[in-house]
């Protein structure tokens, strides 16, 4: 069984940086694409960013190119979003999901598995 268990998440001003970890288990992810999604309160789950597990292809939102970075380690199972210059907009719980494919998607449908989120708060 997939288990995906987010953390990292918090408070911290805006223009600051904080890196979330999703530490992924129960099967071998590489042939996965692994994806970080977050929804702010009253809003639709939203794509940010994701990677192709095995040859580490990254793929990105155009609200947050060029700020945040998505990465794995592969020895640990575990992928990262290093999230930098921080808005008030980035506010949300943000969610690491796994998709049981070659190909890269950014609908919150196209994935299978989901952690249980980590709330990410940007002070203005």
Same mark, same amino acid.
């Given at each position: 069984?997939?288990?995906?268990?987010?953390?990292?998440?918090?408070?911290?001003?805006?223009?600051?940086?904080?890196?979330?970890?999703?530490?992924?288990?129960?099967?071998?992810?590489?042939?996965?694409?692994?994806?970080? %999604?977050?929804?702010?309160?009253?809003?639709?789950?939203?794509?940010?960013?994701?990677?192709?597990?095995?040859?580490?292809?990254?793929?990105?939102?155009?609200?947050?190119?060029?700020?945040?970075?998505?990465?794995?380690?592969?020895?640990?199972?575990?992928? %990262?979003?290093?999230?930098?210059?921080?808005?008030?907009?980035?506010?949300?719980?943000?969610?690491?999901?796994?998709?049981?494919?070659?190909?890269?998607?950014?609908?919150?449908?196209?994935?299978?598995?989901?952690?249980?989120?980590?709330?990410?708060?940007?002070?203005?």
């Amino acid at each position: 069984q997939v288990h995906l268990a987010e953390s990292g998440g918090g408070l911290v001003q805006a223009g600051g940086s904080l890196r979330l970890s999703c530490a992924a288990s129960g099967r071998t992810f590489s042939s996965y694409v692994m994806g970080w %999604f977050r929804q702010a309160p009253g809003k639709e789950r939203d794509f940010v960013a994701a990677i192709r597990w095995s040859v580490g292809n990254t793929y990105y939102a155009d609200s947050v190119k060029g700020r945040f970075t998505i990465s794995r380690d592969n020895a640990k199972n575990t992928v %990262f979003l290093q999230m930098n210059s921080l808005k008030a907009e980035d506010t949300a719980v943000y969610y690491c999901a796994a998709r049981d494919s070659w190909w890269p998607a950014n609908e919150p449908s196209d994935y299978n598995y989901w952690g249980q989120g980590t709330q990410v708060t940007v002070s203005s």
